[in-house]
């Protein structure tokens, strides 16, 4: 075996996908002692600190925040899961992606203190994070931005106190792991909250639980159409209204449509002036003109890729389709894993596609595109192309597409990341 000071990234990553016998493996109790023993939790991991924890709208919400907190003159550092081309997207460091050295260095703090005493077992992502949190100590941003991964309370992220912590929505995803229980999943999700610290709500419908549990934990609660909001003022703006410096209401007039959900753009603003920002309208406007984020409502051409993978997020982009014309037809090409719920995916993209073209995902939670062809089929619909992988698929649509059609391209990471490579390549 290679010793760790001459792995390369990809010996790294291959090593870590194979040391633990779970991919997954919720709880905080190893992940803890591991960053004790780096010295993590002594002091604050930056001057600032904000969790955002949801089911969808978390990587747009993170993205937005470090885009308005930059143009503000911080310098942050972002962390957020998963990836889509380069594990490097996982940290960013003042807006550009961590370099495979600082990488490769923090995989291997984690492994001598891992290994310092009793060694403990850690997994994929537990790793992954450590080493995040560790680089980010050694950069000392104005501000660290941190996206919670599939859970909350037992997520490794959730050993790092926020000064802010966000929920952008609830709702049913990861049920191996979560459950099916929308109070259940809110609760885990809550579990990021802490005494003291202003809880942003970013969603109008959490369930019951997100508030109980923020009173129980002494958690101020600070929620979209309550505290703060947001309305459209013609011709592509908006205005946001929320609370300013000392309890204030500020208002910021005339924002640019990021192309991303404005309810978390203005959970974004919410959140970025409770961690102390005065927030400037002409910052602000400059951040949504330039934010970008891959894989969400990104068009190549004719084709939309998003990684919208539940019902909750399909019906967003089938509204956001709704609202663009297309004077020609709406290709889907879907590709799934086994886990997530492809019949209330299919339900809600159903009202937009006129053309369906399923695709098989390679590893063990794959779904096969006959699957997914089958489900189709029983709604109604029929399907033009089932194919070995989302390459192939592209390749049978891209000879029949007409120049007024457009392609949506969602599912899966997995799907849009094979779609942006085929591109690209």
């Known amino acids: 075996m290679l ?17 633990h016998p779970m991919g997954i493996d919720l709880g905080l109790e190893r992940v803890s002692e591991v960053g004790r023993r780096m010295g993590l939790l002594r002091s604050p991991l930056a001057k600032r600190v904000i969790t955002v924890a949801g089911t969808n709208g978390k990587g747009s919400t993170v993205a937005m925040i470090e885009a308005l907190a930059r143009r503000h003159g911080l310098v ?15 940290l960013r460091l003042d807006g550009k992606d961590v370099d495979d050295a600082t990488l490769i260095a923090g995989f291997e703090a984690v492994e001598t203190a891992r290994l310092d005493g009793e060694p403990i077992s850690l997994s994929y992502f537990e790793v992954g994070t450590l080493a995040a949190l560790w680089a980010i100590v050694g950069f000392q941003p104005d501000l660290a931005i941190l996206e919670v991964g599939l859970g909350g309370r037992l997520d490794a992220v959730n050993i790092i ?31 990021i909250l802490r005494p003291g610290s202003p809880a942003v709500l970013g969603c109008r419908t959490m369930p019951a639980s997100v508030r109980r549990e923020a009173a129980e934990r002494g958690a101020p609660v600070v929620a979209l159409d309550e505290v703060f ?30 192309g991303l959900p404005l309810d978390n753009a203005a959970t974004a603003l919410q959140t970025l002036g409770l961690a102390g920002v005065v927030l400037d309208e002409a910052s602000c406007r400059h951040a949504f003109e330039e934010v970008r984020l891959p894989g969400r409502m990104q068009w190549v051409g004719q084709w939309c890729l998003d990684v919208g993978h539940n019902p909750h997020a399909a019906a967003y982009l089938a509204g956001r389709l709704k ?24 339900a809600a993209l159903a009202s937009v596609a006129d053309a369906w073209v399923t695709v098989t995902l390679e590893g063990e939670r794959a779904r096969s595109a006959e699957d ?45 990341a094979a779609i942006l490579a085929w591109k690209q390549a």
């Open 3 to 19: 010793p760790t000071t001459s792995r390369t990234l990809d010996a790294w990553l291959a090593r870590l996908e194979a040391a």
């Open 76 to 90: 942050t550092a972002t962390y957020t899961s998963p990836h889509l081309l380069r594990y490097n997207e996982r």
């Open 161 to 191: 106190d926020a000064d802010v912590a966000v929920i952008t929505t609830i709702a049913r995803d990861h049920a191996a792991y979560l459950g099916d229980d929308l109070d259940g999943i809110g609760r885990e999700k809550a579990g």
């Open 229 to 258: 909001g947001w309305h459209g003022t013609g011709s592509g703006t908006w205005q946001w209204q929320g609370r300013g410096p000392a309890d204030s209401t500020l208002t910021l007039e005339h924002l640019p449509d990021p």
């Open 323 to 346: 609202e663009m014309p297309c004077s020609g037809r709406t290709w889907v090409l879907l590709g799934m894993l086994g886990d997530k719920d492809a019949d209330g995916v299919i």
């Open 372 to 416: 997914l062809a089958g489900r189709v089929q029983a709604s109604g619909m029929d399907v033009a192309c089932q194919a070995t992988s989302p390459e192939a698929g592209a390749e049978w649509l891209v000879d029949r597409l007409a120049p007024e059609d457009r392609v949506l391209v969602c599912g899966s990471f997995f799907t849009v």
